[in-house]
Nanobody, 131 residues
């Protein structure tokens, strides 16, 4: 079993930055696909970004159109942690951000953006961007 704990959320003004962390325990996630999703009040959970394990230490990164160019996903396997650097935040980025991991050896590019791909989830961290 893998436990995921998100941190780093908070209140920030528009244009500001935050870095979210997803710390994993229980197992090493170096060969896991790890994604970030978010859910705003009254809306469905949506894909934000994923680091998809390909082979060895090769990963591909994916972003939703709404965050591309502003957010960067990265991972530190030594710390068993995945990060989401969020820059130039906008009020519409306000949501609870969830970290998710999948131990399925191979997933499709389409699958990286689907909640059903991931079998481990964190509890979420609130990000609020004021205008």
């Amino acid at each position: 079993q893998v436990q995921l704990v998100e941190s780093g959320g908070g209140l920030v003004q528009a244009g500001g930055s935050l870095r979210l962390s997803c710390a994993a325990s229980g197992r090493t996630i170096s060969r896991y696909h790890v994604g970030w999703f978010r859910q705003a009040p009254g809306k469905e959970r949506e894909f934000v970004s994923t680091t998809r394990w390909m082979s060895g230490s090769t990963y591909y990164s994916y972003y939703s159109d709404s965050v591309k160019g502003r957010f960067t996903i990265s991972r530190d396997d030594a710390k068993n942690t995945v990060y989401l650097q969020m820059n130039n935040l906008k009020p519409e980025d306000t949501a609870v951000y969830y970290c998710a991991a999948s131990d399925t050896p191979r997933i499709t590019e389409q699958g990286t953006g689907e909640t059903g791909t991931y079998n481990y989830w964190g509890q979420g961290t609130q990000v609020t961007v004021s205008s």
